[in-house]
C-alpha cells in the first residue's frame, strides 16, 4: 500500500509515448541540473550550516531567475506528462509489459517529491506562504533533497532491469523516422512551456503602483507629515531572506510625485535600532575592529541598519543581478555588460548628518584593486565631487589597526563607552571631521576597553553620489525613511523616473550585506 494505491509484485503499462518519453526524459536531465544547479547555489547561500560546500561549489549568474525557469520547466514537463501520457496514453503503438514493483514505486516517489517541489515553490513565488515561508522553504529544500535521492534510486532500479540498455531506451525512445510525431509532440510541449513562461511574465511585471500627483513643498525629514502624504498610493511588501533567516519584513510604501520628483516613504519594523558600524576598542596590542565576518563581506552584529531602492526597465532585473561566486566568497551583484540599474543606498550611520543617501549602481565587472579588502563584482556608488565619509582606519587588519583621527577632546568619546548592542536610546556612533585630529601616538592615552567610532562624517555627498534626497528616524519600533529624486537627472549611473519602470526595496538589520529581497516588483504609473 503506497499512497493509497494497492500493488502487486506487478503491474501491467502501456508502453507509450515513445516519442515523449524520449524527449521529457532529456528535457528533464537538462532541467534538473538547472534548479539544482541554481537552488543549491540559494540554499547554500542563505543557510550558514552549509557554507563547507563553498570551496566545492560554483556560483552562478542571475541565479534566482534561473531558478524561475527552471520551475516553468517543471510545471510545463509535469502537466505535459499527467494530461498527454498519463490520460490520453497517446495509444500508437502501445504494447502491454510487467513492470516489477520497485520501478512503480521510485516513479511515485519523484512524483510526489515532484508535486511538493511545484507546491512550495508556487507558494513561495506567489507570496502565498506568509509568516510560514520560513518553514516552507525548509519544505522546498528537503524535498528537493529528497527528489535527488529518488531519481538516484530510479536509476539503478531501471539499471537492475535492464542493464545501460533500458536505460538508454529511455532517452532515446523517440524515432528520427517519424519526424511528423516527433515535431507535433515537440511543438506541443514548447507551446505549453512558452504559455507558462507568458503567465510567469505577466504576474511578475503586472503589480502596477499608481503614483497621485500633488502640490506644494515636501521636507524630506523622514516624518511624512505634510498633508501631502494623505494623498500618496499606499501598498505593503512582503521581504524575506534577510537576517535573520526566519522572519519576513513587511515593508509599507507610499509614493507620491510633483511632476519634477518621485517621493517616496518607506516604514518598516525594526525592534533594534542599530546605530554602530564597526568600532574600534582599545586592546593591549592596540585598536581593534569589532567584527565577526567582515572579511567575508557577511558582518550582521557589529552594523548599521540600511535599506535600499533598486530601479531597473524589466520585470527581473533584480533577480538578474544576483551574482553567487562560491570560490570567492558570497558573490555579489552584477550585470551584463554595457547594462546597469539604478541603487539608492540608506545606511542609518554613514548618511546620519547628511540630507541624502548614497546613490549607487549595479554595473558590469569592476576591476579589482590590489591590497582591496573585499571586492565589490558591480556594486559601486556614483561619482562624488566631496564630501561623504571615511573609515577611521587606513589599512584593515583583523588584529589591529591605526586610526586616522582621534577626536579633539577626549571627553566627547563618554557617550560611547556605555554603549549596548542596538539599545534604543544609543548615540549615533559616528564623530564629525572638524570634531577630530589626526592621529599621533601621543595623544593615543586612552584606556583599554574604550570604544572609538569608525565613522568619520566630512560633509554631505556632493555630485552624482547626492542625487537623492533622503532622512530616516527611528520611533516606536519602526524605520520610517523618506526620499526624493529628480525624475531625470545628469548622471550617466542613473535610470530616468517615467512609466513603466519597476522597484524593488530591500531591508538591512545591523546586516553587512544579508538583506530582506521580493521577487515581485512594483511597476510605477505615475500621474500626470
Avoid at 550558514?48 to 549568474?61: A, D, E, T
Wanted: proline fraction near 5%.
Amino acid at each position: 500500500m503506497l499512497l493509497g494505491i494497492k500493488l502487486g509484485q506487478v503491474m501491467p503499462v502501456q508502453v507509450s509515448g515513445r516519442i515523449f518519453l524520449g524527449i521529457a526524459h532529456w528535457l528533464a536531465l537538462l532541467i534538473l541540473l538547472l534548479s539544482l544547479w541554481s537552488g543549491l547555489n540559494l540554499a547554500i547561500d542563505q543557510r550558514p550550516w552549509l557554507y563547507v560546500l563553498i570551496p566545492f561549489f560554483p556560483g552562478m549568474q542571475a541565479v534566482g531567475m534561473w531558478h524561475q525557469i527552471a520551475a516553468v520547466g517543471w510545471l510545463g514537463v509535469s502537466i505535459f506528462y499527467v494530461y498527454f501520457f498519463r490520460q490520453r496514453r497517446l495509444k500508437t503503438g502501445d504494447v502491454p509489459v510487467r513492470t516489477p514493483i520497485a520501478h512503480i514505486r521510485s516513479r511515485q516517489q519523484i512524483y510526489v517529491c515532484l508535486l511538493i517541489m511545484i507546491l512550495t515553490g508556487c507558494m513561495l513565488l506567489l507570496d502565498l506562504a506568509g509568516v510560514f515561508a520560513w518553514w516552507v522553504r525548509i519544505i522546498h529544500f528537503s524535498a528537493a533533497i529528497f527528489f535527488s535521492l529518488c531519481l538516484l534510486w530510479h536509476v539503478i532500479v531501471e539499471w537492475r532491469i535492464g542493464a545501460w540498455k533500458r536505460i538508454g531506451r529511455l532517452f532515446f525512445q523517440f524515432s528520427f523516422r517519424k519526424v511528423a510525431a516527433t515535431s507535433i509532440t515537440t511543438s506541443a510541449l514548447l507551446m505549453l512551456l512558452m504559455f507558462i513562461f507568458g503567465v510567469l511574465y505577466w504576474w511578475q511585471s503586472s503589480q502596477r503602483i499608481s503614483v497621485p500627483r500633488v502640490a506644494g513643498e515636501i521636507t524630506i525629514d523622514g516624518l511624512a507629515d505634510e498633508v501631502q502624504w494623505r494623498r500618496s498610493s499606499n501598498i505593503t511588501i512582503q521581504t524575506y531572506y534577510g537576517a535573520p533567516y526566519d522572519r519576513a519584513v513587511p515593508v509599507e510604501i507610499q509614493m507620491m510625485n510633483d511632476g519634477y520628483s518621485l517621493y517616496i516613504h518607506a516604514k518598516w519594523p525594526d525592534l533594534t535600532r542599530s546605530m554602530q558600524h564597526l568600532p574600534l576598542v582599545k586592546t593591549a596590542t592596540g585598536w581593534k575592529v569589532q567584527q565577526q565576518r567582515l572579511l567575508q563581506a557577511d558582518e550582521i552584529q557589529f552594523y548599521e541598519d540600511k535599506f535600499a531602492v533598486l530601479i531597473g526597465e524589466g520585470p527581473w532585473d533584480a533577480l538578474r543581478s544576483v551574482f553567487l561566486a562560491r570560490s570567492e566568497g558570497r558573490g555579489g551583484h552584477l550585470m551584463p555588460d554595457n547594462e546597469l540599474v539604478d541603487v539608492w543606498h540608506w545606511k542609518s550611520v554613514r548618511n546620519e548628518r547628511f540630507a541624502n543617501l548614497d546613490d549607487a549602481h549595479f554595473g558590469s565587472a569592476l576591476q579589482p584593486l590590489p591590497g582591496q579588502r573585499r571586492y565589490s563584482w558591480g556594486y559601486a556608488s556614483d561619482p562624488i565631487i566631496a564630501g561623504g565619509f571615511q573609515e577611521n582606519w587606513a589599512y584593515f587588519n583583523a588584529d589591529t589597526v591605526r586610526p586616522n583621527r582621534l577626536p579633539r577632546k577626549p571627553e566627547s568619546l563618554q557617550n560611547f563607552q556605555a554603549h549596548e548592542h542596538n539599545p534604543k536610546d544609543a548615540p549615533v556612533m559616528g564623530l564629525h571631521w572638524f570634531e577630530t585630529q589626526p592621529y599621533t601616538k601621543s595623544l593615543d592615552s586612552y584606556p583599554l576597553g574604550t570604544i572609538l567610532p569608525s565613522v568619520v562624517w566630512i560633509h554631505p555627498n556632493e555630485g552624482d553620489r547626492a542625487d537623492v534626497r533622503a532622512a530616516g528616524v527611528w520611533r516606536d519600533g519602526y524605520w520610517h525613511l523618506e526620499m526624493a529624486r529628480n525624475y531625470v537627472t545628469d548622471s550617466d549611473f542613473d535610470k530616468e523616473i517615467k512609466d513603466g519602470v519597476y522597484l524593488w526595496f530591500a531591508t538591512f538589520d545591523h546586516s553587512q550585506t544579508r538583506h530582506t529581497y521580493h521577487l515581485r516588483p512594483l511597476k510605477l504609473s505615475l500621474e500626470k
